[in-house]
């Protein structure tokens, strides 16, 4: 069937503004927009793909993708030649790196590295985040390697916990398509992001925050319309637009709102919508109820680009990190008269 003449300007103009909407997000043309008494700063540009900050002290560190590296905020090269690396945690006396499907211990100067898991397979999504629980054992969020099917290894879409000496692992909870970041708060838990299937149209399922209940099951796969939170499995403590990828999380800084029970978390967009969706901060207050914890969620930022990784600063402020401009780090802080 033929197009009519008068029609192609207006497929034309609907074809220009798909392709803009794709890459409006990813072009740094964005203006961030912060919540009121707030106001940021870009700090450093061409990090190239950031996927963790974590503070040494005063040294802002940051896993860089893209680049394989470890790099500081400066760009001096602390660690090279790793697979996408995409979390980092610091101990006393070593360093804890996650890789595409692999865990690896080195000592605090980046030196004699020591797998301590390999092997788990990727695809649509990888190992993300590495953090710490208060008794010591590391936990390490574990992607699906596909949108809605079943895995081959039970490690993948899964938490898992693991020994920081010996590599020692196993399962912590199931049915977490794909998290990449949690963080621990005193008297609540270690609360952590999860990222929905993409299959079953524009309004399902939410993203979502979760609390860790040790071997739950989050509902992926089993999930649905009609029945989004199955018996047998753990509900959301609270939840954000669907398809918008929330991920990076962090405990409240001292300069930002909120209290104790206050975590902020990065939603990087999606590509599944037709306008643009997502490119926020979230700020998520927790309070207890009578059915547990329920988080309030707010917009504390928003059209920030594509933010993953954020933490807060020994200064008290909110860092993140960006994809747009080849990587960017940016810190929110209370504006001088506020």
Known sequence: MKVRRELIPVVIALLFLLIARQIYPYAGVMEAKVADGYSQETIATGLGGPTCLVFDEEVLLVCDRDGGR???????????????????????????????GKLTRYDSNFENPEV?????????????????????TLIWHSGSTCNHCNE????????????????????????????FDGVWVDEIGYLFTDNGQ???????????????????DYGWLVESKSDPNPDGTEAPVATWTPHTSVNGMTTRPAN???DNYTVYATVYGSWATILPAGHQILKIDFTQTDDGWVGDVELFAEDVGTPLPITGGPDGNLYYATFDHGGSIHVISPEANS
């Open 152 to 179: 081959d290894d039970s490690r993948n879409a899964a938490l898992l916990w693991v020994n920081a000496t010996t590599g020692e692992h196993g399962i912590l909870a199931t049915g977490v398509r794909n998290s």
């Open 198 to 216: 993409d299959a079953e149209g524009n309004d399902f399922p939410n993203e979502e925050v979760n609390l860790l209940v040790d071997g739950a």
């Open 70 to 100: 470890i790099i500081t905020v400066e760009g001096e090269v602390i660690l090279s030649g790793l697979d996408h690396p995409h979390g980092m945690l610091l101990l006393d006396d070593a360093v804890i790196i996650s890789e595409e």
């Open 116 to 136: 301590l898991v390999q092997g788990i397979p990727s695809g649509n999504h990888q190992t993300n985040a590495v953090n710490l629980l208060p008794n010591g």
């Open 256 to 258: 930002m709102p909120g």
